[in-house]
């Protein structure tokens, strides 16, 4: 490890927090995540790469920070409340908490090899 490295790692936390794949809940979680759409892409929010972080706790409380593909998309105030909706119907999710973040903006690059493949990208 370089110097550079070590003092960015010692200077803070990363931007986007990892998610607790481990939990038993995280690939329902996923896949309940890949049943809400941006209406103006035909693409699921996962694959957009608009879910940042899935945290669930041993309670079964999940904690999603997710952001949109822009600031003034329409649909700003209901699409955490979809999120919500789709995770909280999971087995065992307990509770859902749903955090809008626009920090670091999300961008083309975070789409996954499908969504490209999908919106012509690739």
């Known amino acids: ?5 070590s ?5 803070g936390r ?11 809940l995280y690939d329902s979680v996923v896949e309940a995540c890949r049943t809400v759409f ?8 996962f ?3 608009l879910i940042y972080t899935i945290a669930i706790d041993d309670a079964g409380v999940v904690r999603i920070v997710m952001t949109l ?8 105030g209901e699409m955490p409340g979809w999120v919500s909706d789709a995770v909280g119907a999971v087995p065992g999710v307990q509770d859902v908490e749903v955090e809008m973040t626009f920090d670091p903006q999300w961008g083309m690059d975070m789409m996954s090899e ?7 990208f690739m």
């Not at 941006?38 to 929010?45: A, G, H, Q, T, W």
């Open 69 to 76: 593909t822009a600031p003034g998309c329409p649909v700003a």
């Open 7 to 11: 003092h960015q790692q010692a200077e």
């Open 47 to 49: 694959d957009l790469g």
């Open 14 to 24: 990363p931007l986007i927090a990892p998610s607790t794949t481990e939990h038993p």
């Open 38 to 45: 941006d209406p103006e892409i035909p693409v699921n929010i």
């Open 1 to 5: 490890m370089d110097a550079a490295n």
């Open 114 to 120: 499908e969504a490209r493949l999908e919106l012509g």
